[in-house]
């Protein structure tokens, strides 16, 4: 692999939210626009339902902890989707690149952009609702992998799909996180769904680390719940790249390459 | 020394066949034009050398390496434009140059930069968005960074459809230097047969995915009997 081949793919995303004010301002707008909104309904929760304990640090902690599995996602989808629309896909990939050094290229891009969401959320936390996702803990850092590495799952298996069925299929790139949303249990615990969808959330490594951080901020420390995330999220990175190089072998086939974006 | 060989290429797609049993070479230093009708299987053979589109059947040689096997390492060494891909819009000609020569692992890149925009006349140009070129400047901005790796084997595809004949004269005389003094190998496919007349040692005519004539322009021109390529363009295409 080509270090200097992945930092083109960076320094191309990178170039392009440099020089358009409103690619930067959306890296921005919308963590900001969230933490706001929903930090004060969850103030007024907290005032209305006097019963329910560290109402705000459950919700803020799921709030900037979704983002970041979102924002990995984006970060990889988004990108690949930047490239399709300038049509500068057959430039890339007529270069000596290799598809894993574009997709590590991403995976920067896709850090950078977790960075910077997660700066701004945690920032306005404390700011705003005096609450600092840094009482997580060293817990927080395997949290926070194990929802990168979900988002770049979903992210790579997202291309994939777009790489199959073209510029249609673009709104997937936004929609596809938020369908894990829901047996994610990013704001309720995973014993509030129906059986049929626990077992279902058994196998989305986000529902335990959500658990996880659940179980953090009651001072309930819940390692197994960490390590069978990771263990899914290891699966399905392999799975994900798996898919994505079946995908492109067949674009190569079918000859869509050229023509995606079109 | 041959640069490019392909061997009885075939492309199939869902419902047409693009190619059939395409078989040709090109030596070091020769510019091959490819000629043919739309529809003819130009562009797709051109992305089937490229590694952008797998072939059916057949082979195809660079360097005397298989693509397959050895892509990265042939691509290094070959470039490609055309007048229908364009660069990312919202970099500058300098940025999106320095990205492409990070790709292709120029050394010294800004120097390299420099060299490739002063021999398409638009290193004025190079703060300027890609957004606010012309047609022409943006074709002159995609043969700039085909060169930028100093290729041994150049694609191009209609490189000079929206040049206005001043630079579309430099860039055939350009490449001619290249040829002369670097050895440059061109594979060239153009509507415009007056220039391909001009700027080709040998052609190859593709009609409906097979090679139906080939050889230097004059060899082709006394054997049919006609004046000019455009001249043979519809003699031969009336079959």
Known sequence: MSLRRVWAVFLRQAYLYRRSFPRALEVFYWPTLDILLWGFVSIYLQKSSAGLPRFVAFFLGALILWDILFRAQQGITVSFLEDMWARNLINLFVSPMRVSEYLAGLVLVSILKVVISFVVMSTLAGLFYSFSIFKLGLLLLPMVLNLVAMGWAIGIVTMALILRFGQEAEVLAWAVAFLFMPISAVFYPVDVLPPLLRGVAFFVPSSHTFEAMRGAINGDIRVVELATATVENAVYIVLSLIFFRLIYRNALKRGVLPKIGE | ?239
């Not at chain 2, 459809?161 to 430099?170: F, N, R, S």
């Not at chain 2, 190998?185 to 040998?202: C, G, I, P, W």
């Not at chain 2, 190859?204 to 000019?228: D, K, N, T, W, Y």
């Open chain 2, 1 to 239: 020394m041959v640069i490019l060989r392909v061997e009885a290429l075939e492309k199939e797609f869902a419902r047409t066949r693009a190619l059939k049993g395409v078989s040709f070479s090109l030596r070091e230093g020769e510019i091959l034009g490819v000629l043919g009708p739309n529809g003819a299987g130009k562009t797709t053979l051109i992305h089937c050398i490229l590694g952008l589109v797998e072939p059916t059947k057949g082979r195809v040689e660079v360097f005397g390496l298989q693509m397959d096997r050895h892509r990265s390492e042939i691509l290094s060494r070959v470039n490609f434009a055309s007048s229908y891909v364009s660069l990312p819009y919202s970099l500058t000609v300098e940025e999106n140059l320095v990205v492409y020569a990070y790709l292709y692992g120029i050394s010294n890149p800004r120097q390299r930069i420099r060299e490739v925009l002063e021999l398409f006349e638009i290193w004025h140009l190079r703060g300027k968005t890609t957004r606010g070129l012309s047609t022409g400047q943006m074709t002159r901005l995609c043969l700039a960074k085909a060169m930028l790796n100093r290729p041994k084997l150049l694609m191009l595809d209609e490189p000079t459809a929206g040049l206005d004949p001043e630079i579309a004269a430099k860039t055939r005389t350009l490449l001619m230097r290249l040829k002369e003094c670097e050895g440059l190998s061109v594979l060239y496919t153009s509507h415009n047969l007056r220039e391909m007349e001009k700027v080709a040692d040998r052609v190859i005519f593709l009609h409906e995915g097979r090679i139906i004539a080939e050889g230097p322009s004059s060899q082709l021109l006394s054997s049919h009997g006609v004046g000019s390529l455009e001249e043979l363009f519809f003699k031969v295409l009336k079959g």
